[in-house]
C-alpha cells in the first residue's frame, strides 16, 4: 500500500484486526455501496504490517475522540455524523427511519445489491406505481441507472408518480416485498412509511442523462406545472452555483442586481462567496462586501427569496445555452 492510506483502507484494516464475528457484525450496519468499497478494499490488501495496523487503530481512535457529541445532543449529533458520512440527503432519508422506527422490508431491501439491469428486469414488467415505489426506496444514482433501463413512454409516468407519492400502507408495502422476493429470490416486515415525494423524483432525475433529464422534465411539465417547477427548484439550488465555470458566473452576475446578491451571499456558503467575488472586479468586491456588512441582520425568507431569483436567471441562462450548470452526465441542464 504506497502513500497514506484512504479512508476505506483504514476502515479495511481496521475491520481485518477486528476478526470475522465483529468484523461481520460492523459490516452489517453499512450500505451496500459502503460493503462494495471496504470489500474491494480489503481483498487488495496484501499483508498487514504491525505498523499499519497500529497508524489505522490510532486514526480510528482520534477521529472517535474528536468528533463527539459536544453539546448538540445524540439527536444532533447522529444527525451531523450521517450528513459527513453519506451526504445531506441520505442522511435526511435515514434519520427520517431511524425516527419513525420504519425500514425497508427484505425484499425491496434486496434490490440495493443489484445492479440496475438486475432491477429494471425484476421490475419492468410491474405497475407503474410498484416501479414508483421500488425506485422511490433506491438511491437516486441507482434508480436513476434502472429508469434509464425502463421502456420510454414509461420513465415518464414512473417519476410522475414518485413526485406525488407520500404514504403508502404497510400491508401494500409487504405484499411489495413479497412480489420482489418472488420475482427476484430473498422475507418481510409493520406503520406506512412516508416514501417518495419531489425531492425524491428531483435526485432520480437528476441523476440520469442530460437528454433524459430534459424529457423527463417536459413530460412532468404538460402534466403539472407546479410539480415541474417544485423538482427543478430542488434539482438546483444556489449553492449548485459552484458547478459552473467562471465564464458562466460572469454571464450571469451581468443578469442580476448588486442589491439581490447582497442578499443571497448573506447566507451562501464561504465557497460560494469567494466564487462570486473572484469574478468581480476588484472594486465590485469591495463594494458588494460593504454593502453586505452595512446591511445588518436580515430575515431567512428575504436571502432565500433572491437566492431562488439567481437560482431562475440561472436556470433561464442554461436553457438559452449561455451558462453551463454542472458538466457531467447527470446534472442539470
Not at 481483498?43 to 490510532?58: P, T, Y
Not at 432525475?205 to 442530460?210: D, G, L, Q, Y
Not at 438546483?236 to 452555483?241: E, N, S
Request: aromatic residues 2%; charged residues 25%; negative net charge.
Amino acid at each position: 500500500m504506497a502513500g497514506e492510506p484512504t479512508g476505506a483502507e483504514r476502515a479495511a484494516i481496521l475491520l481485518l484486526s477486528l476478526g470475522e464475528q465483529e468484523a461481520a457484525q460492523v459490516l452489517k450496519h453499512m450500505e451496500p455501496g459502503e460493503v462494495q468499497k471496504v470489500g474491494a478494499a480489503m481483498a487488495a490488501l496484501k499483508g498487514v504490517s504491525r505498523d499499519q495496523m497500529s497508524k489505522a487503530l490510532e486514526s480510528f481512535i482520534t477521529v472517535a475522540e474528536s468528533k463527539g457529541m459536544g453539546s448538540g445532543g445524540t439527536h444532533d449529533y447522529l444527525r451531523r455524523v450521517l450528513t459527513n458520512s453519506v451526504g445531506k440527503q441520505k442522511a435526511d432519508m435515514l434519520m427520517q427511519r431511524i425516527e419513525t422506527g420504519s425500514s425497508p422490508g427484505a425484499g425491496i431491501e434486496s434490490l440495493k445489491w443489484m445492479d440496475a439491469k438486475t432491477i429494471a428486469q425484476v421490475i419492468g414488467l410491474e405497475h407503474p406505481q410498484i416501479v414508483a415505489i421500488v425506485l422511490s426506496h433506491l438511491e437516486p444514482d441507482q434508480a436513476g441507472g434502472v429508469l434509464e433501463l425502463l421502456p420510454e413512454q414509461l420513465r415518464g409516468d414512473v417519476v410522475l408518480r414518485i413526485a406525488t407519492l407520500d404514504e403508502v400502507p404497510q400491508a401494500a408495502l409487504n405484499e411489495l416485498d413479497q412480489l420482489v422476493e418472488r420475482q427476484a429470490g430473498v422475507t418481510p416486515q409493520a406503520p406506512p412509511r412516508r416514501i417518495g415525494g419531489a425531492k425524491v423524483a428531483a435526485g432520480i432525475v437528476k441523476s440520469v442523462a442530460p437528454a433524459s433529464s430534459a424529457q423527463l422534465l417536459e413530460t412532468i411539465q404538460q402534466a403539472d406545472q407546479e410539480l415541474h417547477q417544485k423538482i427543478k427548484d430542488l434539482m438546483f439550488t444556489f449553492d449548485h452555483l459552484l458547478t459552473v465555470d467562471d465564464r458562466g458566473i460572469q454571464a450571469l452576475l451581468r443578469e442580476v442586481s448588486s442589491d439581490q446578491l447582497t442578499l443571497a451571499l448573506r447566507g451562501a456558503e464561504p465557497a460560494m462567496q469567494d466564487k462570486i467575488f473572484r469574478n468581480m472586479s476588484k472594486r465590485a468586491a469591495e463594494i458588494l462586501r460593504d454593502d453586505m456588512e452595512a446591511r445588518g441582520p436580515v430575515k431567512l425568507a428575504e436571502v432565500e427569496a433572491a437566492q431562488k431569483e439567481i437560482v431562475a436567471v440561472a436556470q433561464r441562462l442554461a436553457e438559452e445555452g449561455t451558462i453551463n450548470i454542472g458538466g457531467g452526465s447527470g446534472d442539470y441542464v
